[in-house]
């Protein structure tokens, strides 16, 4: 009774089912990167005092905004896919990853809203005959501001959170090369440094060296999006993990 009971406890998940994982994950990883053009689009929408009147385009910072509410899923995903995997290593990590996860793509949708808010101010206030030019200027740079904000905590400093609990699991259970969380923990303090810099207004968060302290976390989850699709989990690595508890 004691041996039967012990093997429903404890399960060992198929190699075909921890690819299958493992292809989602990467998938998800790759598609967060749809939100690459970004910056570009919403230029008009930072940059143009004008744009809640009328001024530069406004389909741009649309799809800008599609493609945000995509990356905030897929955000999501990502930790819920792989949270059964990493819990195996450390339910910590597993967990924090979750969290920061999740609290990464609600932040975005945060964001969504501010853009489609301003869009909102664009089309069907700007062109009546009672609008006053100078208000929807102030609540347009209003939107904006809280805009940036949202974008700091959501996409530049949540990744900090995520790139030291994945990070840490990759690492430690060793399921991809260890060059990769690497690059993740490296890169994590740097996007921290930056974030504390441009939250303290030493330089905007489009300036190049804010870019480059981003640039090790980019590569870090793309290449880790491209060896989940490519390659998988190592099969050794999966082995060495702790049995996986089965669901009741």
């Not at 995997?85 to 809203?113: D, H, K, N, P």
């Not at 009672?130 to 809280?146: E, I, M, N």
Request: aromatic share 8%; net charge positive; with cysteine.
């Amino acid at each position: 009774m004691t041996t039967t009971a012990s093997s429903r406890a404890v399960t060992r998940p198929p190699a075909d089912q921890l690819r299958r994982t493992s292809l989602a994950a990467g998938i998800l990883y790759l598609l967060t990167f749809v939100s690459v053009p970004t910056l570009a689009l919403y230029q008009d929408a930072r940059n143009d005092a004008g744009f809640v009147l009328g001024a530069g385009s406004g389909n741009g910072v649309l799809l800008a905004a599609g493609t945000e509410v995509v990356v905030a899923v897929t955000c999501i995903g990502t930790a819920v896919v792989l949270f059964p995997v990493l819990r195996r290593q450390s339910e910590t990590a597993a967990i924090g990853f979750l969290a920061s996860r999740v609290t990464e793509g609600a932040l975005i949708i945060v964001g969504v809203v501010t853009v489609l808010t301003l869009s909102t101010l664009r089309t069907d206030v700007a062109g009546t005959a009672d609008a006053d030019p100078a208000s929807l200027v102030t609540a347009g740079h209003a939107l904006s501001a809280a805009y940036g904000w949202t974008f700091l905590l959501s996409q530049s400093l949540m990744p900090v959170f995520n790139a030291l609990f994945l990070g840490y699991a990759l690492y430690r259970s060793g399921l991809v090369p260890r060059i990769l969380p690497t690059l993740g923990l490296i890169g994590a303090p740097l996007l921290l440094a930056s974030d504390v810099a441009i939250f303290s207004g030493v330089y905007d968060r489009a300036a190049p060296i804010a870019l480059l302290a981003a640039a090790p976390i980019a590569v870090w989850e793309f290449s880790l999006g491209v060896y989940l699709v490519v390659r998988g989990f190592r099969p050794s690595a999966v082995a060495a993990l702790s049995p996986a508890r089965a669901v009741r």
